[in-house]
């Protein structure tokens, strides 16, 4: 059938593209391309077998649809609240909040707009229909991916652990980041009891409230727990993910030119840190480590928003082309 075929197509493509580098954003969009052409190849073929239980999980589909916005503004609305309780009210901790009034906002403005029947307001809609179905498209290959990307495991044995900081209490380490330190360790001890001993990085600099680098907080925790302390390095000039690997590539180019390393953040930034680790030509792949859950909307739309932003030509293109189009019209 030719929904397979194509699913098919998109499944070599995706293939190709992720045996060469798992950490390029475009197998998300093969990815989800295949499982859509399998899916509705699916419905064709339930329908050469019952017509009417393929028509009833088509209609399941659309029924679903919006059923699944309505739940999930309420959950994003929920979230932002608490959100807002556990972590205050920094900009960047509204984000689920704002998305979910977003949605409910645009309902409305859906309803209004139809009940009006007045052709600028009808484009007008249309424009940002157009636009947030887009940006959602991208939005659920980046999910996806991301989760598929999770559970892909490096074999390969390695020769550094790159722990990326993510902020201090003054001089304390906070849960956040001794989630990544611990899950680094993890790593370290299991590539022990292989027969490596790698070397981990603490990486991360001086920022805004703490009292000291991030790295030697970092490194001290460490060897609280049992690391040996000349297998720990400190990198203590980046403040940003990107300097965070540049800074510590030049050291593991310094101790061994072909090196080889794995690189640990939390669970929600993996898939954003293998993108960063390709574009700063660091040899190595992302594992994540576990966050609380209630944190995960806001830090995961973070790092979207922080994807699309970093691909701002092409998306630009696109969204503006699908934000002027319904207007031509007045032309």
Same mark, same amino acid.
């Given at each position: 059938?030719?929904?397979?075929?194509?699913?098919?197509?998109?499944?070599?493509?995706?293939?190709?593209?992720?045996?060469?580098?798992?950490?390029?954003?475009?197998?998300?969009?093969?990815?989800?391309?295949?499982?859509?052409?399998?899916? =509705? #190849?699916?419905?064709?073929?339930?329908?050469? &077998?019952?017509?009417? +239980? *393929?028509?009833? !999980?088509?209609? @399941?589909?659309? /029924?679903?649809?919006?059923?699944?916005?309505?739940?999930?503004?309420?959950?994003?609305?929920?979230?932002?609240?608490?959100?807002?309780?556990?972590?205050?009210?920094?900009?960047?901790?509204?984000?689920?909040?704002?998305?979910?009034?977003?949605?409910?906002?645009?309902?409305?403005?859906?309803?209004?707009?139809?009940?009006?029947?007045?052709?600028?307001?009808?484009?007008?809609?249309?424009?940002?229909?157009?636009?947030?179905?887009?940006?959602?498209?991208?939005?659920?290959?980046?999910?996806?991916?991301?989760?598929?990307?999770?559970?892909?495991?490096?074999?390969?044995?390695?020769?550094?652990?790159?722990? =990326? #900081?993510?902020?201090?209490?003054?001089?304390? &380490?906070?849960?956040? +980041? *001794?989630?990544? !330190?611990?899950? @680094?360790?993890? /790593?370290?001890?299991?590539?022990?009891?292989?027969?490596?001993?790698?070397?981990?990085?603490?990486?991360?600099?001086?920022?805004?409230?703490?009292?000291?680098?991030?790295?030697?907080?970092?490194?001290?925790?460490?060897?609280?727990?049992?690391?040996?302390?000349?297998?720990?390095?400190?990198?203590?000039?980046?403040?940003?993910?990107?300097?965070?690997?540049?800074?510590?590539?030049?050291?593991?180019?310094?101790?061994?030119?072909?090196?080889?390393?794995?690189?640990?953040?939390?669970?929600?930034?993996?898939?954003?840190?293998?993108?960063?680790?390709?574009?700063?030509?660091?040899?190595?792949?992302?594992?994540?480590?576990?966050?609380?859950?209630?944190?995960?909307?806001?830090?995961?739309?973070?790092?979207?928003?922080?994807?699309?932003?970093?691909?701002?030509?092409?998306?630009?293109?696109?969204?503006?082309?699908?934000?002027?189009?319904?207007?031509?019209?007045?032309?």
């Amino acid at each position: 059938m030719i929904p397979f075929a194509i699913a098919g197509f998109w499944f070599l493509i995706f293939l190709i593209s992720f045996l060469y580098d798992r950490r390029l954003f475009r197998n998300s969009i093969f990815l989800v391309l295949t499982l859509m052409f399998a899916g =509705l #190849g699916g419905i064709f073929a339930i329908a050469t &077998v019952s017509r009417t +239980l *393929a028509e009833v !999980l088509a209609v @399941g589909i659309l /029924v679903l649809i919006p059923i699944s916005i309505g739940v999930l503004a309420i959950f994003l609305v929920v979230n932002g609240v608490t959100m807002i309780r556990r972590e205050g009210r920094r900009p960047k901790n509204l984000l689920s909040l704002a998305a979910g009034v977003g949605i409910f906002g645009l309902v409305i403005f859906g309803a209004v707009s139809q009940a009006l029947d007045w052709r600028p307001l009808t484009a007008l809609m249309t424009a940002i229909t157009g636009v947030l179905t887009y940006v959602s498209f991208l939005f659920g290959c980046f999910l996806i991916y991301a989760f598929v990307y999770s559970r892909v495991r490096s074999s390969r044995k390695i020769d550094f652990v790159i722990v =990326l #900081g993510s902020g201090l209490r003054g001089s304390r &380490v906070p849960p956040l +980041l *001794a989630s990544r !330190l611990d899950r @680094g360790k993890f /790593v370290r001890d299991r590539a022990v009891r292989k027969g490596r001993d790698p070397i981990i990085i603490a990486s991360g600099g001086q920022g805004p409230g703490e009292d000291v680098a991030e790295a030697h907080a970092m490194a001290a925790y460490l060897i609280e727990r049992g690391v040996p302390e000349d297998r720990v390095l400190r990198e203590d000039r980046s403040t940003t993910t990107t300097e965070n690997l540049l800074f510590s590539r030049e050291l593991m180019v310094a101790l061994k030119p072909k090196y080889r390393c794995l690189i640990v953040t939390n669970n929600f930034h993996a898939f954003r840190a293998a993108l960063t680790a390709r574009k700063t030509k660091v040899n190595g792949q992302v594992v994540g480590s576990p966050t609380a859950r209630y944190f995960w909307p806001t830090a995961t739309i973070r790092e979207f928003v922080a994807i699309l932003f970093s691909h701002k030509w092409i998306n630009g293109i696109i969204i503006g082309l699908l934000f002027v189009t319904p207007f031509l019209q007045f032309l």
